[in-house]
């Protein structure tokens, strides 16, 4: 594949998202433009990993947590996106949610840092710190779906191993953090 395909592919592609003129699609096709550029030009240029085969599944786990956080957790906080919307259809759900929403600061919180922590996974910026942060949301996001509401078992099964894989993959940066 040459770069002059690559370019007018995505870029013709991200003309008709702009023209359908829903947001949703804006946002997708800019996103989806960004992390597949980041992953061909990762993948394609960049000699020294053609070797390494776990940088192939890091920068695939950086990419996909990354992507779900920023666009299903922050962006879809604010613009309301995905069809399915906050449907509570167990009580103790409908309670936990209305708790947190009742503070009035906790889901801007949550979804502002979600968006935050998912760019610097995505662009490797500030990894080992983006990991620190991001893990007591994807605890509470797990936990939540296996105590409360089981649809979204998967989604954050898949959260978890790719926050997991990462850390492992920096897991020099973080052995200072355990010593005496």
Not at 40 to 48: C, I, P, Q, V, W
Not at 55 to 83: K, T
Request: proline fraction near 2%.
């Amino acid at each position: 594949m040459n770069d002059s395909y690559f370019t007018s592919s995505v870029l013709s592609s991200f003309i008709d998202y702009l023209k359908e003129g829903s947001a949703f699609y804006i946002i997708a096709g800019v996103f989806a433009c960004i992390t597949y550029g980041i992953l061909y030009n990762s993948l394609a240029h960049d000699k020294k990993i053609i070797g390494d085969k776990h940088l192939y599944a890091e920068i695939l786990s950086r990419v996909l947590f990354g992507s779900i956080f920023m666009i299903v957790g922050g962006l879809n906080g604010f613009f309301d996106f995905v069809p399915g919307g906050q449907k509570f259809e167990c009580e103790p759900c409908s309670l936990f949610m209305n708790g947190l929403d009742a503070t009035g600061y906790m889901f801007p919180l949550v979804k502002i840092s979600e968006f935050v922590i998912g760019g610097m996974i995505l662009f490797n910026l500030y990894t080992a710190l983006a990991i620190i942060l991001a893990s007591p949301i994807v605890i509470n996001i797990f936990l939540y779906n296996l105590f409360l509401d089981q649809r979204g078992i998967v989604e954050a099964t898949i959260l978890v191993i790719c926050l997991l894989y990462i850390a492992w993959r920096k897991q020099s940066i973080f052995r200072s953090l355990f010593v005496k």
